[in-house]
């Protein structure tokens, strides 16, 4: 039997096809987290994170699946926020801030990560400290986006200028974004990325 795979489980929430802003309601969900600040495409620390959570990940599948609890890695993930957030629409990369994460399946717990963790380091000294988080984003607006990531400006623009005053909505967490394409292996217009916003009612 195929192991517990994320974007099925939850089809909405990672598997998409709406190319507006539309809303969805996420439950909670356990997560890999490192936490950091900076330009993703030039900050070490970034690079650090992301090698880091995906070796923790694959270190509990790999138990986990002796175990008899297989499962599939999900994708990559990131909660991105600033003091000011212009600084998204105006690709400012310097002053975010992110958490990058990895879904988790339920049975995952602290100890779980923190013995992957280990293990990790005696491999690869540079791993990071990873940790496991719960988040809870509930009503998020939601869209598909296809192209290269410094296309999202112009979307991420209709939802702060447009779509949320007009659904009567105001921000209520961190832009989160999921992605669903490798950048290493696909080439700029055909990535794939879930942006994705809290919402609460105004």
Not at 35 to 43: A, F, I, L, R, Y
Not at 54 to 62: L, P, Q
Not at 116 to 132: C, F, G, H, L, M
Not at 177 to 198: G, M, N, V
């Amino acid at each position: 039997m195929p192991g517990y795979d994320i974007k099925r489980a939850l089809k909405a929430c990672y598997a998409p096809t709406n190319t507006d802003w539309a809303l969805v309601d996420v439950p909670a969900q356990g997560f890999l987290a490192v936490d950091g600040k900076g330009d993703p495409n030039t900050s070490p620390d970034y690079v650090r994170a992301v090698e880091s959570l995906y070796a923790v990940a694959y270190t509990i599948k790999f138990g986990g699946k002796a175990d008899g609890r297989d499962f599939v890695v999900g994708p990559l993930e990131g909660l991105w926020w600033s003091d000011d957030p212009a600084v998204f629409t105006t690709r400012a990369k310097d002053a975010w801030q992110w958490r990058m994460l990895i879904s988790q399946p339920d049975w995952v717990t602290d100890e779980h990560v923190d013995r992957a963790t280990e293990a990790a380091r005696k491999k690869k000294k540079s791993i990071v400290d990873v940790r496991r988080e719960v988040l809870h984003e509930g009503t998020s607006a939601q869209v598909l986006h296809r192209g290269p990531y410094d296309d999202e400006g112009p979307v991420l623009a209709k939802l702060h200028d447009e779509y949320l005053a007009a659904n009567n909505l105001r921000m209520a967490g961190h832009h989160h974004e999921i992605y669903l394409s490798d950048p290493r292996r696909t080439e700029p217009a055909k990535l794939k990325t879930i942006l994705r916003q809290p919402v609460r009612p105004v």
